[in-house]
């Protein structure tokens, strides 16, 4: 009894649902773009494990490293690393799809379906192009990913290094020192 | 039918221990994710504060 009236009486806000649902966000997006991140990896076999992990592995740091250097950045780079992962991640099994889908599909075929004639290697040349494709996505886009994020690095740095300048040639002005 | 589900998670599992004793990029890729759950929760926390205040 005389702890209870010892005890400070306090008013506390408990957690209300959008806070749950903010840090469930939290928790989910990240988690997500790992889940589909290691279902690609592990769906092409060695084309995963041999260039898709590093090359996804590349984006992870490349959005971590500038989410460390730039925390006023760090929710924007966090939540662009996140969508890139998946949309890399669904774009090469959607390709790997597509090639599934053509993969039994011969000259004659086409030749069918298009009512045209096309040369005897037409069904070979599309699966190669769907090849090419998948090669320049899983190898352009997390070059194209890093290379954006060293570009915002860059920016900062020379936004800074201006204001520094500015701010130094403002106190000079105004001090007269 | 619980014992195909355990060792189907089991499978899973282990499948999931091979991979990152085998690549080490996956290694990265989960050690990254979970830095990335942080960020996201430190986030979180600095933005929103619980109110705690004195009523006497």
Redesign the interface.
């Known amino acids: 009894m005389k702890r209870k009236q010892n005890e400070?009486?306090?008013?506390?806000?408990c957690?209300t649902r959008q806070?749950i649902s903010?840090?469930a966000?939290?928790?989910g997006?990240?988690?997500v773009?790992?889940a589909v991140?290691?279902w690609t990896?592990?769906n092409f076999r060695a084309f995963g494990?041999e260039l898709i992990?590093?090359l996804?592995?590349a984006i992870?740091?490349a959005?971590?490293v500038t989410?460390?250097i730039l925390p006023s950045h760090?929710?924007t780079t966090?939540n662009e690393?996140?969508i890139a992962l998946v949309g890399y991640s669904v774009v090469l099994m959607g390709l790997r799809y597509a090639l599934q889908l053509i993969s039994g599909v011969s000259t004659e075929m086409l030749i069918a379906s298009y009512g045209q004639i096309i040369s005897l290697t037409g069904g070979s040349a599309v699966q190669g192009y769907i090849q090419n494709i998948l090669w320049i996505s899983a190898i352009m886009v997390p070059i194209g990913f890093i290379g954006m994020q060293a570009k915002k690095l860059v920016q900062f740095r020379r936004l800074m290094a201006k204001n520094k300048a500015l701010d130094r040639i403002r106190s000079i002005r105004e001090t007269n020192r | 039918m619980i014992q195909s589900f355990k060792a189907y998670n089991e499978n899973a599992f282990n499948n999931l221990i091979f991979l990152i004793g085998s690549n080490l990029s996956i290694l990265l890729i989960m050690l990254c994710a979970a830095a990335f759950v942080f960020l996201y929760l430190k986030e979180e926390v600095t933005m929103s504060v619980q109110e705690e205040q004195n009523i006497v």
């Open positions: 400070r009486i306090t008013y506390k806000e957690m806070d903010k840090y966000k939290a928790i997006f990240p988690l773009a790992f991140n290691i990896i592990t494990t992990a590093p996804s592995a992870w740091v959005g971590l989410g460390l760090r929710r966090l690393t996140v």
